[in-house]
């Protein structure tokens, strides 16, 4: 029985892939990596550092440190956030659908606390979640499952009463790990949609979700 709801944020709850592509791209060039798409796919919903570490095994450089590089992007992703983000449609409508029928609602991102807590402010979202929890406190980020498996805990829920919104394949796969229901929410335009099957349910947009949905999971 499902009695908690836990967010992913990045492309879920904002749309902000956009704005680690644009932040990586412009980092990693200056340092005279090349990026591209299948690259970002392959990132998405992983942890920043553990992004840069690949990165570096691919094509060391120099002039900065990888901590340098990590809080570059960092910074350039706070910067776009409060400058240009705006919730994806339908978040509005079903947190307070989740919130008017008393379920408890996480947050659980891959993103830094200081990232999370910028879009929050941001949404002015931030009144909806009784747990907001960042993989940057974790050993292992996303496809582990460790981040929900905490942030279930935080919520005081089991793993297995928990369902997940997810916009990402690592972060499907760390749901799922964590023995939760998952319902994916893929970029349209990502090459790898086939491999979503593995959700319990998969939409379009968070638009399409009505919490009579909950029943069929």
């Given at each position: 029985?499902?009695?908690?709801?836990?967010?992913?944020?990045?492309?879920?709850?904002?749309?902000?892939?956009?704005?680690?592509?644009?932040?990586?791209t412009?980092?990693?060039?200056?340092?005279?990596?090349?990026?591209?798409?299948?690259?970002?796919?392959k990132?998405?919903?992983?942890?920043?550092?553990?992004?840069v570490?690949?990165?570096?095994?691919?094509q060391?450089?120099?002039?900065?440190?990888?901590?340098?590089?990590v809080?570059?992007?960092?910074?350039?992703?706070?910067?776009?956030?409060?400058?240009?983000?705006?919730?994806?449609?339908?978040?509005?409508?079903?947190?307070?659908?989740?919130?008017?029928?008393?379920?408890k609602?996480?947050?659980?991102?891959?993103?830094?606390?200081?990232?999370?807590?910028?879009v929050l402010?941001?949404?002015?979202?931030?009144?909806?979640?009784e747990?907001?929890?960042?993989?940057e406190?974790?050993?292992?980020?996303?496809?582990?499952?460790?981040?929900?498996?905490?942030?279930?805990?935080?919520?005081?829920?089991?793993?297995?009463?928990?369902?997940?919104?997810?916009?990402?394949?690592?972060?499907?796969?760390?749901?799922?790990?964590?023995?939760?229901?998952?319902?994916a929410?893929?970029?349209?335009?990502?090459?790898?949609l086939?491999?979503?099957?593995?959700?319990?349910?998969?939409?379009?947009?968070?638009?399409?979700?009505?919490?009579?949905?909950?029943?069929?999971?």
């Amino acid at each position: 029985m499902i009695k908690a709801v836990i967010f992913d944020m990045d492309g879920l709850l904002i749309n902000s892939e956009p704005f680690w592509q644009e932040s990586e791209t412009k980092v990693f060039n200056s340092l005279g990596i090349k990026t591209n798409k299948a690259m970002f796919e392959k990132f998405m919903g992983k942890r920043i550092d553990e992004v840069v570490d690949v990165m570096w095994e691919m094509q060391q450089w120099n002039g900065k440190s990888k901590e340098q590089v990590v809080i570059e992007i960092v910074d350039n992703v706070i910067e776009l956030v409060r400058e240009k983000g705006e919730a994806i449609p339908g978040v509005l409508d079903t947190l307070n659908s989740f919130q008017k029928s008393s379920y408890k609602i996480g947050l659980a991102s891959s993103s830094k606390l200081r990232i999370i807590e910028a879009v929050l402010d941001k949404l002015a979202i931030k009144s909806y979640f009784e747990v907001v929890h960042s993989a940057e406190f974790e050993e292992y980020g996303k496809p582990h499952p460790q981040t929900f498996i905490s942030a279930a805990k935080m919520l005081n829920v089991k793993p297995n009463d928990c369902l997940v919104f997810e916009d990402s394949l690592n972060g499907v796969i760390s749901a799922l790990a964590a023995n939760m229901k998952c319902i994916a929410i893929p970029e349209q335009e990502a090459t790898n949609l086939d491999k979503f099957i593995i959700a319990d349910k998969t939409l379009n947009s968070l638009e399409e979700f009505s919490i009579t949905d909950l029943q069929y999971l």
